[in-house]
């Protein structure tokens, strides 16, 4: 079984919609839990962070964490089409110092 | 804001070459890592290193080698390369909050 999992999509949401990217993970004593954004031909970037149960936002997005059900999600609210990416979600598993676990990746795409 | 360069953007090698790819950054982290990205596959960590001269093999280290022996600098080293080692590389270090920053990425093809 995968440490981390996502599903790989493509999921496709019209411009000005929420799109929905979830990620579950193994590890119940996972502390840090990452979002990257990862255009085609680039690497990873940071959107977001989170390390407590609940919701964090910064701007257009949602970072939503449960603990209990070991699942992570990312919300990007008026998805344009700038936002067509992959976003992987990436996981500090518990005793493995500074490594991060990163899921395959959601492909979004943002249809005008 | 973090910098984490590397050395080549594309590089294209023959089979049994030996080819090093540098990454260098400027915020003081201890933490350096190297993966390999591959279509379907993900990030996979080949070798990180939590300080100079010291490493840890990660998930694929095979035909693979590193050097750590300045702070700024984590060098990933392919003794002999092949085919199978086309892929990308990406360098990444890591701040204490266990946040990872990536450098641009190096697209080798092994010919």
């Known amino acids: 079984q995968k440490e981390v999992e996502q599903n790989s999509g493509p999921l496709s949401v019209p411009e000005g919609a929420i799109a929905s990217l979830n990620c579950t993970y193994s590890d119940r004593g996972s502390q840090s839990f990452f979002w990257y954004r990862q255009y085609s031909g680039k690497s990873p970037e940071l959107i977001m962070s989170?390390?407590?149960?609940g919701d964090k936002e910064d701007g257009r997005f949602t970072a939503q964490l449960n603990k209990a059900s070991q699942y992570v999600s990312l919300l990007i609210r008026d998805s344009q089409p700038s936002d067509s990416a992959t976003y992987l979600c990436?996981?500090?598993?518990?005793?493995?110092?500074?490594?991060?676990?990163f899921g395959s990746g959601t492909q979004l795409t943002v249809l005008p | 804001d973090v910098k984490v360069t590397q050395s080549s953007r594309y590089l294209v090698k023959r089979t049994g070459e030996k080819v090093f790819l540098e990454c260098v950054q400027d915020m003081d982290h201890e933490n350096m890592f190297w993966y390999r990205q591959d279509p379907g596959l993900g990030l996979r960590l080949i070798y990180f290193?939590?300080?100079?001269?010291?490493?840890e093999k990660g998930d694929i280290p095979e035909g693979y080698s590193v050097s750590r022996e300045k702070k700024e600098r984590f060098s990933l080293i392919l003794e002999s390369a092949s085919t199978n080692q086309t892929s990308m590389y990406l360098c990444?270090?890591?701040?204490?909050?266990?946040?990872?920053?990536f450098g641009p990425g190096t697209r080798l093809t092994v010919l």
């Open positions: 990436a996981v500090k598993v518990s005793g493995s110092a500074r490594q991060l676990t």
């Open positions: 990444a270090t890591a701040d204490d909050a266990d946040t990872q920053y």
């Open positions: 989170i390390y407590s149960n």
């Open positions: 290193s939590y300080d100079v001269k010291m490493k």
